[in-house]
């Protein structure tokens, strides 16, 4: 594998409405095989992926990075979670079970948790081969088949997945791979035989997947974007505080919908605080992300990077100050000369209404706001129409404790930042989403409950 960023690696056909029909056809027949299989033997087959994603590690982050371009070190990172989580949801799939519910007379209830038919998954491409994971693994645990569509920036990897499902031992066509973009979403979104949907991805296009989804009264999950905030208090631990600003900012270029790109820092130490990052920003390695100490690797595509360029200069128009990088970069190999880097950017003089601190920007920009009092940052921090993560820094555990519990967001962090293990479930308040990835909650959300009642005497009819 070589990196040649801003050239063609392959070209794939979009798959069209006969494709997307074939596919849950396909899907279809397996899952008749594969929901009638104990949830034993389920955990067996996500076990045995598991294995091979864990034995293949460094072939799948290879091809990742290639797919993404995000750093090797990174995307390593990113394969292990992925098989965490299948092994995750295998030691789930043999306890799902309902309950059962004594009635008077000796009659009962019972309940059953069932599979809901073919689940369409569509990725984005930020975490191409991650989010295939989180939202296949607890759909075949729970006996669903899946449909995935990722993002046609980043098709390579998830092709991989449906490979390892395959040598696993789930049944042919249980977990089908289509290729497209916003067409092939709608033919696999009015699909009459799909049941349901989860789309991790963009607000405008969450809510065209949710129009389309109510025609068929067909239940969804949206993850979808953000603009999070990172509380600093004055009696944070600082070094550790920095980090965390660091991870909230500048993880797969900036790249992340949970990212807390709003730093609201207290006055008292705004000046040590920002002197701190934009030093240890500047020593962030950017170039070829298969380099082993590349800690930054090129963004998406050109018209994103023209994108987040755009936004730095509207914030320095409306009064933004660049204290380091937001310029392009070019790194010395000529192999990688037309690839889309750009050096990670710090903002200050920031103020809530610049569009750098409203909008989403997706790219590795921070925005530094100071603040006063916990009450006012808290009613800051919760003025946005997201609410997918929050974090705070502090030694105070009470005040962190009271600081999280008054934020609008499904996600937050306390002394830390972007970790997200599999065991906690994962989205987001408002307009960044509803339904959970990850953790128990999920089940949720790939299953649906039958009610069973028992009659062990004569019926007393009315009539």
């Not at 279809?28 to 087959?45: D, P, Y």
């Not at 038919?117 to 006996?143: M, T």
């Not at 320095?316 to 990088?325: I, P, S």
């Not at 392009?328 to 050096?343: A, E, F, I």
């Amino acid at each position: 594998f070589k990196m040649c960023p801003g050239r063609v690696i392959c070209k794939l056909l979009c798959s069209g409405e006969k494709e997307v029909d074939l596919a849950v056809q396909s899907a279809k027949a397996a899952f008749k095989i594969w929901s009638q299989m104990s949830g034993m033997e389920r955990s067996r087959v996500l076990l045995e992926a598991a294995r091979i994603i864990r034995e293949q590690r460094e072939e799948i982050a290879t091809l990742e990075t290639i797919n993404n371009g995000k750093s090797i070190f990174e995307a390593r990172v990113d394969i292990d979670i992925s098989w965490q989580c299948l092994e995750y949801y295998a030691g789930l799939a043999g306890s799902l079970a309902g309950e059962h519910i004594q009635l008077p007379g000796g009659s009962f209830g019972y309940t059953r948790r069932e599979p809901l038919g073919v689940c369409v998954g569509i990725g984005a491409w930020n975490y191409p081969f991650q989010i295939a994971c989180w939202k296949s693994a607890p759909a075949l645990a729970c006996g669903n088949a899946m449909v995935f569509k990722p993002s046609p920036f980043t098709p390579v990897s998830v092709v991989r997945l449906a490979e390892i499902f395959t040598e696993a031992g789930v049944p042919k066509g249980l977990f089908n791979v289509v290729q497209g973009g916003a067409a092939t979403g709608q033919f696999l979104c009015h699909h009459p035989d799909v049941a349901k949907i989860s789309f991790t991805g963009s607000v405008p296009t969450g809510i065209k997947i949710m129009e389309m989804a109510a025609k068929g009264i067909k239940p969804i999950t949206l993850e979808l974007g953000g603009k999070s905030p990172l509380i600093i208090f004055s009696d944070c631990a600082l070094e550790n505080a920095v980090n965390g600003a660091l991870m909230a900012n500048f993880l797969t270029q900036g790249e992340v919908c949970c990212n807390g790109t709003r730093v609201f820092v207290e006055r008292k130490i705004l000046d040590v605080f920002t002197k701190e990052v934009v030093k240890r920003t500047q020593k962030i390695k950017v170039g070829d992300p298969l380099l082993e100490d590349t800690r930054m690797g090129a963004l998406i595509n050109r018209p994103h990077l023209d994108r987040v360029q755009g936004f730095i200069k509207q914030a320095k128009e409306q009064g933004a100050q660049v204290l380091c990088g937001g310029d392009l970069y070019v790194p010395d190999d000529p192999k990688l000369k037309n690839g889309y880097y750009m050096r990670p950017c710090v903002l200050g003089n920031c103020t809530d209404d610049m569009t750098c601190v409203k909008e989403e920007i997706f790219g590795p920009v921070m925005s530094i706001l100071p603040f006063d009092t916990e009450e006012e940052v808290v009613e800051r921090a919760n003025n946005t129409k997201f609410g997918l993560a929050g974090g705070v820094f502090t030694r105070d555990i009470q005040k962190a404790h009271r600081v999280v519990a008054a934020l609008k967001a499904g996600m937050c962090f306390i002394n830390n930042y972007n970790i997200s293990p599999v065991e906690l479930p994962f989205g987001g308040y408002k307009a960044s989403g509803f339904g959970r990835e990850n953790g128990r909650a999920a089940i949720e959300y790939y299953s649906q409950l039958k009610t069973v009642c028992v009659e062990m005497g004569d019926v007393e009819s009315v009539f």
